[in-house]
Structure formats: C-alpha cells, structure tokens
C-alpha cells in the first residue's frame, strides 16, 4: 500500500534541486520516508517548497538517478526499498569527521583484500608502480596536494596489481570520497609526526606486498586504515 509524507517532514528552507533533493534524500535514508511511500505531486512540491514544478522536477530526477526512488506509469513516484536500490553515492565534497571515519571504517575490509591479493598476483611493473607513487609521497612539499593525489595513486595501484578489474573500478568510484578522507585525516590530526607515521605505514605496506606476504600485506593495510582514523579522532 502506498503512503503519502507529511508536510511537516519536508525542510522548506531547502530552494535549489540539488538541496531540495538532499532533504528527500535524507529522509528517505534515515527511514522518516518509508519504502514503498509515494512521494507527492510536483504540483504539491512546488507549492510546500515554495519553488518550480522545474525545480522539484530536477530534484526527483537527481532521486531517481540515485536510485532512491521510481516512477510508474499511472501510480507516480514512489520510495524504492533500501534493499532493491542499486546504487551507492556519497554526498559532497567535503565530509564531517563523523562519515570519514565511517568510511576509513568501509575501507578496511576492501582494502585489506586487495593488498593480500596484490601480495600474491602483482607483476614487476605493477610493483614498479606502487613504489613510484610511495616515493612521490615522500618527496612531496605540499602533503595537502601532491602528497594527497600521491597517496590516492598508491591506494589505486594496489587495487590494480589484485589482477581483479573490479577492486580498481570501485576505487576509481570512490574517488572524491578516498580524497575527501586522507585531506580531513590529515587536517584534523595535530601530531607533528603524522606524515612520518604515515609514510612508514605506506612503506611496510611496500615491503609486505613486495615480499609477496598476503598476510603482512593485509594487516599493514589494517593498522594504516586504524592509524587514520585514530589519528583524526585524538586531533
């Protein structure tokens, strides 16, 4: 059965589409919009948020492109339930220390595979490849710039040498986010020594994989992720 939300749910300050659709998107993650509900008319849109029915045409479809919702044909657009969505997308450029502990946290599991998996399958260039990006790091003046996109290349050279496609893709589609984590980890942390804690983490990392011990690998991987965080957390 369908539902309708109430008014009172919806944040009337929000004006452009693309706040208007963090609102619904919002209340739709943190389940104040139930799956299955049937959002209200664009007509009815526009008159609570005080906007274009064009406005809150273009919020529904940043909706719809998240996956959040669906239209059909005669019934209108309604919540899709959280475990038939089909996509994943962080919001912003930049986060709040809260999410980017929470994906220093998601990281952990797939970063400690691909570091066991590259361990066992990666090939001399690729090897070659993890090497160069830790080195730019540590040549790096600028740790916020150069160090940060260094950093990021050595995260996704080890998605590459795992020899899966895929380990690399979801690296790639995390982009944004893995920069947005290492810049406020570092921001926030107010040891002195973070970037030579951080450097020697990324180096046994190096000698685990080049060594080709999926386990060091793997675990290297975990205390460097932990390390981050707790970083960021004590600053």
Known sequence: MKRDIRPVQLRMTAKTPAEIAQNLTSLIRDGLIAAETKLPTEQRLSVQFGVSRTVVREAI???????????????????????????FKLHGAILE?????????????????????????????????????????KESEDWSDEGVQADLDFH??????????????????????????????RSESKNPNTKDITLQEHLKIVQAIAARDPDAAGHAMLLHLQGSSQRMTAG
Do not use: C, W
Request: no cysteine.
């Open 156 to 185: 996704h050279a080890i998605a590459k040498a795992t020899g899966n496609p895929f380990y690399a893709d979801f690296m790639a589609f995390l982009g944004g986010a893995l920069r947005a984590t290492i810049l406020t980890a």
């Open 61 to 87: 479809s940043r909706l719809k492109s998240d996956g959040l919702v669906e239209s059909r044909q005669g019934s209108g657009v309604s919540v899709v339930p959280a475990s038939l969505r089909r996509s």
């Open 97 to 137: 220390k809260q999410q980017v502990a929470e994906l220093l946290e998601l990281r952990q599991p797939l970063e400690m595979a691909s570091a066991r998996l590259a361990a066992v399958r990666h090939t001399p260039p690729e090897l070659a490849k993890i090497v160069a990006a830790q080195n730019r790091m």
